[in-house]
């Protein structure tokens, strides 16, 4: 097998091709948005038959190196050549390790091919999921979700093919922050410190926030097309069991792992079968270790921003993609030290209020109301900053 990955230089990018390299699959098309460094150790040691970079000057950085190296390996620039590598013939599987919406056309292109899509980029899904189920019905290509808690579920689905689902029991460790009441004085260096999960600046933050369960939330409603009201939110500090679902007879199936993304990885890369080998570096799991499970349902007071998910599936049309595009600018707000940890989930309630009802019909009009979100943000925060500085 032969697989494409976009988002090769991040945290999911680089574990997906180490599981590549422990199973002897082959990489096609590596693809990330600017650096350069990492991008060109990729190639040299993997040898791609394309390599793509978002950013211009990085490309043509990358180009002087293949070329000083002699490496057999063709670079393209830019948005369009990356969302139109994602169809090349000669891959097998795309993997999306692409962060924010900057990974939806790859998503679309992949699914528009033909291509099974191994989804980490969850910010795809939650823009334009009707658009992705869509063409991902039309054209019968699979969408294998990367995300653990959607990888759970899923893994739950295969042991009960058919049957009704009740309810889905999607597990958060709680972030950071979990038991804190006040999250005033919260520093971007506390929040990128998370208890269970070692992952990309983005996600850890949404993780802090809860945001990310917000997104999830609206994933998994696309992923099993399950109505909103029938996904719970469930905070499990010690993130062993990744999920659980709830069949219509009243039995529970949760799928257990360690906390180690390397196995959705893997099994995303495998399906439709199963590893022959454990993931490389990830350890047996031990309950006996483990110890003790414990659950305990979200504190919504302190983190409102868990409930945007719902809320947003309610408000239908553009609420999500206007909801976790501003979430992207917030939390980059917010890493930059331009506003505080609290500010980011009104601002994305605030940008989804401001959206239109209509259901997207094109890529196109999801990108709009992505910049729309963003400027709205951006401009709130230019406020906040000239009357706080
Ligand atoms: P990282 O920030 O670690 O990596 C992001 C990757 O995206 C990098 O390779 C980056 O390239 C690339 N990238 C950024 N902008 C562009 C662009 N415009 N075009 C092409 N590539 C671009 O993120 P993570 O790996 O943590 O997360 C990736 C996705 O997976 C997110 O959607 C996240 O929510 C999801 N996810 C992550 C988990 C984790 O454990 N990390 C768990 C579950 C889901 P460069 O480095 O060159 O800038
Ligand atoms: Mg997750």
Request: charged share 20%; proline share 4%; aromatic share 4%.
């Amino acid at each position: 097998m032969r697989i494409s990955v976009f988002g090769s230089t991040g945290s999911i990018g680089t574990q997906t091709l180490e599981v590549a390299r422990h199973l002897g699959i082959e990489v096609a098309v590596l693809a990330a948005g600017s650096n350069v460094d990492k991008l060109a150790e990729q190639v040299a040691s993997l040898r791609p038959r394309f390599a793509a970079m978002y950013d211009r000057e990085a490309s043509s950085r990358l180009k002087e190196i293949i070329l000083a190296e002699g490496l057999p390996t063709r670079v393209v620039d830019g948005r369009r050549a990356m969302s139109e590598l994602a169809s090349y013939d000669g891959s097998d599987k795309v993997v999306n390790a692409v962060v924010g919406s900057a990974g939806l056309a790859v998503s679309l292109s992949a699914l528009n091919a033909g291509k099974p899509l191994a989804l980490a980029n969850k910010e795809s899904l939650v823009a334009a999921g009707s658009l992705m189920v869509e063409a991902s019905k039309a054209h019968n290509a699979a969408i294998l979700p990367v995300d653990s808690e959607h990888s759970a579920i899923w893994q739950c689905m295969w042991s009960s093919a058919g049957a009704g689902v009740e309810e889905i029991m999607l597990t958060a460790s709680g972030g950071p922050f979990r038991g804190r009441k006040d999250l005033s004085g919260i520093r971007p260096e506390d929040a990128l410190k998370h208890p269970t999960w070692d992952m990309g600046k983005k996600i850890s933050i949404d993780s802090a926030t809860m945001i990310n369960k917000a997104l999830e939330v609206i994933e998994a409603r696309w992923l099993f097309d399950v109505d909103a009201d029938r996904i719970k939110v469930v905070v499990h500090p010690q993130s062993i069991v990744h999920s659980a679902v709830m069949f219509t007879d009243g039995s529970v199936i949760a799928q257990m792992g360690a906390p180690d993304m390397r196995l959705p990885i893997m099994a995303a890369l495998c399906y439709p079968g199963r590893s022959s080998v454990h993931a490389p570096g990830s350890g047996k799991l031990d309950l006996a270790q483990v110890g003790s499970l414990s659950f305990e349902r979200p504190d919504t007071d302190t983190f409102p921003g868990v409930t945007l998910g719902h809320r947003a599936l309610r408000r239908k049309g553009l609420a999500p993609a206007a909801m976790s595009a501003a979430n992207e600018e917030a939390v980059a707000q917010f890493l930059s030290g331009n506003i505080p940890f609290t500010m980011i989930a009104g601002l994305c309630e605030e940008a989804m209020e401001a959206s239109s009802e209509s259901e997207p019909s094109s890529l196109e009009e999801v990108l709009e109301a992505d910049l729309k979100a963003r400027s709205y943000v951006e401009s709130r925060c230019r406020s906040w900053r000239s009357c706080h500085s």
